[in-house]
């Protein structure tokens, strides 16, 4: 995908850590936007309770 190839080239050419900074700023701001208050917490517990199981760049084969 066309974000995917974005990130990758992103993340090869400035700070990985800034970058996901960056973007998990302009995602929360998304759903903030969009989603009901409700629906916004709702998510965001949803999110720490899943925290363990998000996959590394690593795990997926794209980042080295």
């Known amino acids: 995908s066309k974000v995917i190839k974005k990130t990758?080239?992103?993340v090869q050419t400035y700070d990985p850590l800034a970058v996901a900074a960056v973007m998990l700023a302009q995602s929360l701001s998304?759903?903030?936007s969009t989603l009901?208050?409700?629906d916004y917490d709702a998510f965001m517990v949803n999110l720490i309770e899943r925290k363990d199981r998000v996959r590394t760049f690593n795990d997926?084969?794209?980042l080295h």
């Open 8 to 10: 990758l080239e992103l």
């Open 36 to 38: 009901t208050q409700d």
């Open 30 to 32: 998304i759903y903030k």
């Open 60 to 62: 997926r084969g794209t």
